[in-house]
DNA sequence: CTGTTAGCGCCTTCAC
DNA sequence: GTGAAGGCGCTAACAG
């Protein structure tokens, strides 16, 4: 019943019917037992020359690629670490996954994804039990929940969150953006040109990203002693931005606006040029992010720089220690962020 | 050796010194053969109520959770699909690293990544042996080359490619966006406005949507007679867009470009107003993806538009066929582009 | 330096 | 409806 590979069209599965060929096919081959071929593919160094080139030719004239799957059987480790990311296609969460992959795959790991539909407990949870099913070696974590309850069984691999702390136990390793850095020198910026107070559009509540983004400008805001205005709260998209500036152009009080996410600022400003309101004229803006366009715009986008591929790479190096035995968890490090100024702010109009 | 799992410290790796609980302890738990423990882990009506719920709660109580390896070792297939893509944030390849990740998890496969560093030959034939190393049961690609050559051994899986036909032999199926329409629609669109011809920035020449856009483009000029300007290259960045918009801000006779992406649009759109010239005014810009902040730009961004959901959508659910044995490979489907009209194209000045 | 034996955890015969 | 035996492909231990 097994399809003839040789046959010249393609007629159905072929790669599940053909049995792939195996460590003892390539033996047979090469004259060896199965267990120096094992030893060839493994770079076990004792191996007599002549052995391993024999081996060696016939892996290459089978076409044989060692069996992972068995290999992770017997080693009782897949060489696997999972990404439990939010499904956005926007900069940050993009740049992230961009990142993390490359630093695992550097690090000689393997790399599955789970995009998370919604950012709520549930998303998270399945998708958590997703990536554990398939048995990776350990989990990063962005931007999935800032509702963790506490597992019942706990984890049974390390953890990096790239986003803040988890409270998943004790297995936790914690690098983040530090943007409290950087929003307090947005907020500072735009309180040094003269603005009274400075608004802000957040980001959608679950996120721990629009969390940690709101406190830090509601903290900077206190620590100078000025009014602290609501926060209305969009979705990060431009389309989010733009219903949220057309309310925030009608209020004549309203001269300096920080957007969550530099998408919601473009919406904002487009928002504020439909009222007839000019940036920085009337309204300054500062975003957040330093999305490769913000300094492209007719305006050039004053924002906070995040450097997510550094965050990215040095938690994987941190993982790879606690996998290593190198590393006891529960370290906590944070990446700088900082203001750059461009063309969105300037000093309020004269009352 | 082993460190004892109810210490309340964490020192060291637990995960690799502690092993896992298998189907086995479970079965001893429960008082049943590790056959029926499987039984009950696969849904196999075949097994009695009261003989269910033991092992159900053996599960419960010890956290069991099947090793994938192993089944992936008896059953002769990991169940998880691999994506091949270009590395970089922008808006295309993630879109359609999402959509595939979430179209490979709806089918009940798991999710491998693997980005390439650069959009060449070499790239590509790492990541794809990387892929393949890592025991997939079907690859599908993106972007990663158009200068791919045919492979010795003949690939021993399925392949989808999202960006156009691979040549890699006869396992392939394709479907990719007709960049085409969207294209023809937008250059018509011009010279229905009245510009005498388009001019062109073009993506970098290695990869296969960069040839095909330019394509689409000549040709569209070549099907109305009109001359074919050359085509500046840049790197799809809104910087390569603002350094090729200086020289073309600089000719009088350019009165409508078409950029491949919407990035290097706006870069392109900065460069001319830096060069004293308007937006629609002097000269249309029409762009290519429709970013979700396309249409919030100060002059919102008359674009093509293209579904690359949709795409990566279809192309799981033909895999998945092929997979299932269901289908020949070998198809090539066509997701249809549309040009968006915005603010950005307008008739040329008056002569 | 090389081969033999054993066993990782799972699922497929095949008995009962 | 259930269990015992066997083997998927691989690597660790142990001979020789």
Redesign the pocket.
Same mark, same amino acid.
């Given at each position: 019943m097994s399809v003839d590979s040789s046959s010249p069209g393609v007629r159905g599965p072929r790669s599940i019917s053909a049995? %792939?060929v +195996?460590?003892?096919d390539?033996?047979r081959a090469a004259?060896?037992?199965?267990?120096?071929?094992? /030893?060839v593919?493994?770079d076990?160094? %004792?191996? +007599?020359p002549?052995?391993?080139r024999r081996v060696q030719e016939a892996i290459d004239a089978l076409g044989? /690629?060692?069996?992972?799957a068995?290999?992770s059987?017997?080693?009782?480790s897949t060489r696997t670490i999972g990404l439990l990311t939010v499904g956005s296609a926007a900069y940050g969460p993009a740049s992230l996954t961009i990142a993390t992959e490359r630093a695992v795959s550097d690090a000689g790991y393997g790399f599955r994804l789970v995009n998370t539909v919604d950012v709520d407990t549930e998303s998270f949870e399945n998708g958590l039990s997703s990536l554990l099913d398939q048995g990776v070696d350990a989990v990063v974590v962005n931007e999935p929940t800032s509702t963790f309850r506490s597992r019942r069984h706990g984890l049974e691999v390390p953890v990096l969150s790239l986003s803040g702390v988890l409270n998943l136990a004790e297995i936790e390793l914690v690098v983040e953006s530090d943007e409290t850095g950087g929003i307090s020198e947005a907020v500072n910026h735009l309180l040094a040109l003269g603005h009274e107070t400075v608004h802000h559009i957040a980001g959608p509540n679950e996120w721990p990203s629009s969390v940690r983004r709101r406190e830090a400008w509601r903290s900077a805001l206190e620590h100078a002693g000025r009014r602290i205005p609501d926060a209305p709260e969009g979705d990060w998209s431009p389309s989010s931005g733009y219903e949220v500036g057309r309310t925030l152009a009608a209020r004549a009080d309203v001269t300096a606006v920080f957007a969550a996410n530099d998408h919601m600022a473009f919406g904002l400003i487009r928002a504020l040029q439909d009222a007839g309101r000019s940036v920085p004229e009337d309204i300054s803006i500062v975003g957040f992010d330093d999305v490769p366009e913000a300094a492209f715009m007719p305006r050039a986008l004053t924002t906070v720089r995040q450097e997510l591929t550094a965050a990215a790479v040095r938690g994987v190096e941190l993982l790879m220690e606690v996998l290593d035995g190198r590393r006891d968890q529960g370290t906590v490090e944070k990446v700088p962020t900082h203001l750059v100024i461009r063309e969105t702010t300037a000093a309020p109009p004269a009352r």
């Open positions: 049995r %792939r +195996s460590g003892t390539v033996a004259g060896v037992s199965q267990r120096t071929v094992s /030893r593919v493994t076990d160094p %004792r191996v +007599s002549e052995a391993r044989y /690629r060692p069996n992972s068995a290999r059987v017997r080693l009782g």
